[in-house]
Antibody
């Protein structure tokens, strides 16, 4: 079955960097667009970024544009989120999620990981 | 940016009764509207997409309706496992983005 396992979260000081990973299994990773979504403590969901199945296109939320970079390694079935210039407001659980459609993008989040927690604090 | 507004913030309903949750978009999203369920400590689960299509494995008691700017999620006969937070999500194609509503907490009355 589809499995997504995030890692790389932790406590980091403002202004520093962190890289999250999402290991995928149970499906053909290279056929699906992938998303990052975050949820601040006690708050709602915020979409962060998306990458096409082949890495050809990437889009970001305005709140992270220029600071975060989404990427993927289809040979390793792994999705990444490089987070630079971190701010307190980036504190959240970060989920990776698989898009609904293979070979394209439906912008629908069918399968989710359990999340990894990022805390930005001095 | 399209803003999604859900109402009410909290809905108290007894098991076995019907629950109706609303979601309004600040501009038309056509039928590009999805609903997710999130239970405490868990990741969200896709329930409905295309405003009214149930995702695989979602019970028939969940139904969605609406188009344009007004949408509704109806749970016909609440089961104990349905008490959770529900989010609507629009997926407008341009600019490419996803936005969520702030959520409706469905609690046991």
């Amino acid at each position: 079955q589809v499995q997504l396992v995030e890692s790389g979260g932790g406590v980091v000081q403002p202004g520093r960097s962190l890289r999250l990973s999402c290991a995928a299994s149970g499906f053909t990773f290279s056929s699906y667009g992938m998303h990052w979504v975050r949820q601040a403590p006690g708050k709602g969901l915020e979409w962060v970024a998306v990458i096409w199945y082949d890495g050809s296109n990437k889009y970001y939320a305005d709140s992270v544009k220029g600071r975060f970079t989404i990427s993927r390694d289809n040979s390793k079935n792994t999705l990444y989120l490089q987070m630079n210039s971190l701010r307190a407001e980036d504190t959240a659980v970060y989920y990776c999620a698989r898009d609904l459609a293979a070979g394209g993008l439906e912008w629908l989040l069918l399968n989710w990981g359990k999340g990894t927690t990022v805390t930005v604090s001095s | 940016e399209i803003v999604m507004t859900q109402s009410p913030a909290t809905l108290s309903v007894s098991p076995g009764e019907r629950a109706t949750l609303s979601c309004r978009a600040s501009q038309s999203v056509s039928s590009n509207l999805a609903w997710y369920q999130q239970k405490p400590g868990q990741a969200p689960r896709l329930l409905i997409y295309g405003a009214s299509t149930r995702a695989t494995g979602i019970p028939a008691r969940f139904s969605g309706s609406g188009s344009g700017t007004e949408f509704t999620l109806t749970i016909s006969s609440l089961q104990s496992e349905d008490f959770a937070v529900y989010y609507c999500q629009q997926y407008n194609n341009w600019p490419p983005s996803i936005t969520f509503g702030q959520g409706t907490r469905l609690e046991i009355k």
